[in-house]
């Protein structure tokens, strides 16, 4: 059973800005619209890290929904012994979607398949200092772009796909049928 | 970093003029209006000057003018005010699908109390059909909403027109101008207006005042009760520095209005007829019928929040209908509205203009757009310029 917290009793969390996390005005002196998002989300936005196609791409991920305004391509090219020598990404989206983008690229580059497949929506997360609890799915569709990536080599090179990949797959595709259809109105 | 400030249409900073009318009314002229003495007396003088300024600005009676703390407020009481002070009349609404949310807001909760609303449709530009409005009047129709100018594309309704139709058939004409007040000449007499929301923050003054124009004879169901302030229509404590503010910020818009409107639109043109040199990009709204102060693109394969950060790192300070920038995550009804898709309204971007923007700033948008724009289509998978 879920741990029942008073909010009469419970210690109100005291909330100090905290200026690593804020820009300011000179003049100003106020947070702006730009604190919404940790300085490692604005860094990787303004210069994002790996962005383009790979020609020759060994697997590709492709998640997303235009219509919803995410839509994120990875592109991972894997050597011999299965490590992701390299990696690309292109993505249409908000400040989140492109920093997610890019900071996973940076996770997997040099890893293994199995050590990438390792990474979470947590670590996406932690690696830019935090997202805005909105924007939470961005890191999950950073994630998602790399087990289809991932699914898409195995499945191209006539590979075993372990199981527990699989069926992360088969979740992902099912999820875009249903935004799929809730969007086909609009699809042209 | 100089930072261009471009979101006018968002909120306004206060006149310098504005300001130092306001000054004395803090702690020197302080009294509550309602008092008898000295101090109470000095302020109700100052209160109705400000109306009599305020309301001849729209060829209003002051008395006919009562403030509020928000164009939300007055948008609210004039809705909940108008079906419950004459529910005897009957029980339908009718706004246009691009109003401001808190008019859609305050009609799906008279939905909720039984109330009927219909949302009448708009045409690729924004614009109302007055014939529509016409078409959908009921013997029940107690009340017409329908916006002077759109705050997020910038077009101006035939409002005339539909005032004069209501007027015809003995129905309640409101119109939100919080976007237009200050902005276009309104004349509530000619125009066949019987209820009016404007907003002072929008035209330079202080934020937390608005007002609501009744006309005369038209009943209406106070919110807020109370003292009885606001010839009993709005109960609460003047605030009194916001009005005395409110009225300079009028008294400056009268004067300036034509001049300003002259060399807002020239602004605005230049800037059109710059942006939309841009491969992909469109615009939004009705090209001459719009405010002098307000651009609106949208651009294919663009995201809007991203376009908006990139600008703000450049110190240009715009706003979008995207959904990632919204709480909701949905994307502008508005622009969905005049018949763009979710993934074309995600890619908008409004450029509003107002009393201390230059030209230099202006060349400086048109000099950095270009670029953010093929920098954020390098990076996704459509749209590419090779």
């Known amino acids: ?188 | 970093m100089k930072k261009i400030y471009l979101d006018y249409a968002a909120t306004t900073p206060v006149d310098k003029r504005v300001v130092k009318a306001m000054e004395p009314f803090f702690s020197e002229k302080f009294g509550n209006t309602m008092s008898l003495h000295y101090f109470g007396q000095e302020t109700k003088l100052a209160l109705e000057q400000s109306r009599k300024t305020i309301a001849d600005l729209i060829n209003a009676e002051p008395n006919e003018i009562i403030f509020t703390a928000s164009a939300t407020e007055s948008n609210n009481l004039a809705f909940k005010g108008i079906v419950f002070g004459n529910k005897s009349k009957g029980n339908h609404i009718i706004i246009s699908s691009i109003e401001h949310s808190c008019i859609v807001e305050s009609a799906k909760w008279l939905q909720s109390q039984g109330f009927k609303v219909t949302k009448l449709p708009v045409d690729k530009y924004g614009l109302v059909n007055p014939r529509d409005i016409e078409k959908a009047i009921t013997k029940k129709t107690v009340l017409v909403s329908v916006m002077h100018a759109s705050n997020e594309i910038g077009t101006v309704e035939p409002i005339a027109k539909i005032g004069e139709i209501c007027r015809k058939k003995g129905i309640y004409f409101h119109t939100d101008a919080s976007q237009s007040f200050g902005k276009i000449p309104i004349d509530v007499k000619k125009m066949n207006i019987d209820l009016l929301t404007a907003s002072s923050h929008k035209m330079y003054g202080p934020k937390g005042v608005a007002l609501l124009y009744i006309r005369n004879g038209v009943k209406i169901e106070p919110i807020l009760h109370g003292g009885g302030q606001e010839n009993g229509q709005r109960s609460s404590t003047v605030n009194i520095p916001a009005i005395v503010g409110f009225a300079k910020a009028v008294k400056i818009c009268k004067k300036e209005m034509t001049k300003e409107n002259k060399r807002l639109s020239k602004l605005r043109d230049k800037l059109i007829k710059s942006i939309l040199k841009i491969k992909n990009s469109h615009l939004n709204g009705h090209p001459q019928k719009r405010l002098a102060n307000n651009a609106n693109f949208w651009f294919d394969f663009i995201e809007g929040e991203s376009l908006v950060m990139h600008l703000d790192l450049k110190g240009i300070a715009c706003s979008t209908g995207s959904a990632c920038s919204s709480f909701k995550l949905e994307p502008s009804y508005v622009l969905l509205a005049t018949g763009l898709k979710p993934h074309q309204a995600h890619g908008s971007l409004r450029v509003s203009l107002g009393r201390f923007t230059t030209e230099k700033e202006i060349n400086q948008l048109i000099k950095v757009l270009p670029k953010i724009v093929k920098h954020i289509r390098q990076i996704s998978p459509y749209g590419k310029e090779n």
């Not at chain 1, 200026?19 to 300085?39: D, E, I, M, Q």
């Not at chain 1, 690696?127 to 569709?141: A, D, E, Q, T």
């Not at chain 1, 991932?150 to 088969?170: A, C, G, R, W």
Request: aromatic share 8%.
């Open chain 1, 1 to 188: 059973m879920a741990k029942k917290i008073n909010p009469h009793t419970k210690k109100a969390k005291r909330i100090t800005p905290n200026k690593k996390h804020t820009r300011t005005f000179s003049g100003v002196g106020v947070n702006t619209c730009a604190s919404l998002y940790t300085p490692k989300v604005m860094e990787t936005f303004k210069n994002p890290h790996n962005y383009g196609k790979i020609k020759n791409a060994d697997g590709i991920g492709k998640v997303g929904n235009i219509v919803c305004g995410d839509v994120m391509w990875l592109y991972i090219k894997v050597d011999k012994k299965d490590i992701i020598k390299n990696i690309k990404f292109e993505t249409f989206g908000c400040v989140a979607a492109i920093s997610t983008s890019s900071i996973i690229t940076d996770l997997v580059k040099g890893k293994t398949i199995k050590e990438a497949l390792k990474i979470t929506k947590d670590d996406v997360i932690k690696s830019l200092g935090g997202l805005p609890k909105i924007k939470y799915h961005c890191s999950v569709l950073a994630v998602d772009a790399l087990i289809e990536a991932v699914y898409d080599y195995f499945s191209k090179n006539k590979k075993e796909i372990p199981v527990d990949l699989k069926k992360k797959h088969e979740i992902i595709q099912k999820s875009k049928d249903i935004i799929e259809k809730k969007y086909e109105k609009w699809e042209k």
